[in-house]
């Protein structure tokens, strides 16, 4: 049963000198949803590949081309189309979020969707279950996961690749978390969210220009958003890690007392666990502070278009 053109669907895609396999993209989304397709892209700052103005028009796909002012970041990028999203396509069914090189297959758009079909869900997101990727990459990107875990106690598996309810975009859209990480944000946004199997696909065309230290940065910013659990967990282990330098210390004197101890050994432990104990009990003083002050601080609200130099609405003219 073909339901594809009795959805009203906006795609947001976030674009940067990929011109080439964001035009096959659109061309396979056009293909699969015809008249219920309406997409927004953002074109986040090109120089050598920008978005060309009548890419939509000339497919007879609904839409925007968001030009920006200048290179913002991936997710940046993606929380300014969002943002206009909610603004300008309220009327739209679902919203699916998906990076322009094809490594989000539109095949497996109809998986998020089927998801949401109903009241109980607000975001469905694409758990990767296989990824076309380097065994370093694969390597790399366990061992954040793990350290993501270990630093917020919560687990993040999934990535851009999403489809979310009207009412979920206009939570997610409200929020400024999104321009930092916008898997980070749906995690923090209380929605009901569930996780679907997707196998990652390979790109349509040219190389990806992420690399090791975007990988990283990218990672960061996703343990910044959960600053305070980060904060706490480290004060408590500075904490705990304290108390045992003096339990330590409290042996070591009644080895002392008792004659077990060798010469020099008792002024080198008390010597060490003091020095422990200081340490531990600066960070835990500073860990309390700065979560204090990562608690009481308000971000200033962002406004998407600052950052926009000219919008292209599919089968307007041009400006």
Known sequence: MNTETTRKITIVMPVFEDRTASTILLEKLKARYA?????????????REPVVPDVLSSREIKGSVIYL??????????????CYAEE????????????????????????????????????AVAERKSR????????????????????TGRRISFGNFMAMTPAGLRRLAAMQEIYTHIAGSVI???????????ARGPRLAGQSRMNFVSLALHGFRAVMLFAEDVLVRVG?????????SVIAGVIA??????GYATPGWFSVAIGILMLVFLQTGAVTLMTLLLTGV??????????????????????EPHT
């Open 35 to 47: 008249d219920g397709l309406t997409c927004v892209i953002v074109d986040d700052g090109s120089v």
């Open 69 to 82: 002012k200048r290179n913002v970041g991936h997710q940046s990028a993606i929380a300014i189309g969002l």
């Open 88 to 123: 300008h396509e309220s009327d739209s069914d679902y919203i699916v979020v998906m990076d322009s090189d094809g490594e989000d297959d539109p095949e497996t758009i109809d998986i998020l969707l089927t998801a949401l079909e109903g009241d109980e869900l607000d975001v």
């Open 132 to 151: 076309v990727e380097t065994l370093r990459f694969k390597i790399f990107y366990e061992i954040y996961r793990q350290v993501f875990i270990l630093l």
């Open 188 to 198: 923090t946004s209380r929605l009901r969210v569930t996780a679907c199997p997707i």
């Open 236 to 244: 408590v282990a500075c904490a705990l890690v304290a108390v045992l």
């Open 253 to 258: 004197v009644g080895l002392k007392l008792f």
């Open 294 to 315: 990562v608690k009481g601080g308000n971000a200033n609200r962002v406004r998407y278009l600052d950052f926009v130099q000219r919008v292209e609405r599919s089968g």
